[in-house]
């Protein structure tokens, strides 16, 4: 391991990028080969977050050790970046097979990377689900978390969990509320408008998400993201890879495990499994692997951290801005062609709701006596 002041940084040559994408491929690929949702996976990610562009149709066999002499000279930092790669593309697969499980477990070992995920494909590839479940908090991102260092999520009380939820919480539901109360075109605004859209609660009512979930709303409206499905993935891939703290990973890890496996019946106090975003469309994975592009190239323009943990944001600190404000805060880079032209959609855009969030907004807008506006959004027509 080199120290981190003579490691090399950058961008790999194409011929590095082609070796570590055939590396990934032999370390995640199943006893019959790479499935067509891995290889588009790995091709997109090493597109976007590398800027070459790689064919895994028949990847090089490459052994743990030739692997970790293409890394030789990066720091942990991208050696770890490296495991997740191969990590995100095994936790398609289900089942989860055994041999790749161990195979992950070889490839880190000779990289010098322990990452608490792996523990997690072992669960899977055991069929131990309800352990995988303990083992996604035991060794991901809430095992960093402490309910006396939440007050951006202003509770009136400390949670007893990071994804407890508060549905009697009169002050901070008045806080949420508050932001209709902003300039049209502001964050807050923005995200007042979403939940109205979609009949969401806010925190501190019954039926709302836990406050902790209810962080990553104000990316969806910050980083023009829909509040379908597909959409949370992309979010999620966002939010993972602009936080330098690696167990970040884990949320992506967890929206995988439920949005394309099933292998997690629930995650984050809210979700619900529900199978196949990634595997039934193969744009949803060049939509994702932009989404981490994305994550990977913002930074807080005021605190000067290339580093965001954007579930630990003050929000109601940020709300007045515009959006072009908030985005300029963030740096947040624009969306790639490739992404928007395969149907990366915004909140307020066609596609950007899904039929029950349409209805569920429709039915809020009738208990309050209110007159529903969707703002732009609208259900996708169907192909």
Known sequence: MPPDD??????????EAQALADGVASAAAPPSGLTHLQRVLIEALFKEMTSRVVDVSTPRPTTPAEFARLLAHRNLATRERMVQVILLTALVLRPLPKDVADRIDAFA?????????????????????????????????????HPDAAAELHTAAALESPWAEDVDDPGLAARWAALEQLPGG?????????YQARGFQFPG??????????QHDWVHVLADYGTTVESELEVFGFI??????MHAFSLLAMVVSLFETGALK????????????LSRNESVAIRLADAMRRGAE???????????????IDWFDVAALTLDEARTRFAIPAKSGDACAAGSVGPWDVGGISPYQLSAG???AAENGRSYDSYGAAVATAP
Not at 298 to 312: A, E, M, N, P, W
């Open 6 to 15: 003579a490691a090399v940084h950058g961008l790999p040559t194409t011929e």
């Open 109 to 145: 070992a000779e990289l010098c990377v322990d990452d608490g995920m792996a523990r997690v494909a072992h669960d899977f590839g055991k069929h131990a689900y309800a352990l995988a479940a303990k083992d996604f908090d035991r060794n991901g991102y809430v095992e960093t978390w």
């Open 186 to 194: 502001t964050l807050g605004r923005g995200v007042w408008e979403m």
């Open 205 to 214: 009512r019954p039926g709302s998400a836990p406050p902790l979930l209810a």
């Open 240 to 245: 993972a890879r602009a936080n330098d703290d």
């Open 266 to 277: 629930h995650g984050a106090g809210l979700f619900d499994a529900d199978r196949g975003h």
């Open 298 to 312: 913002c930074h807080d323009t005021v605190t000067g951290s290339h580093s965001v943990d954007f579930l630990r």
């Open 362 to 364: 429709q039915k809020l």
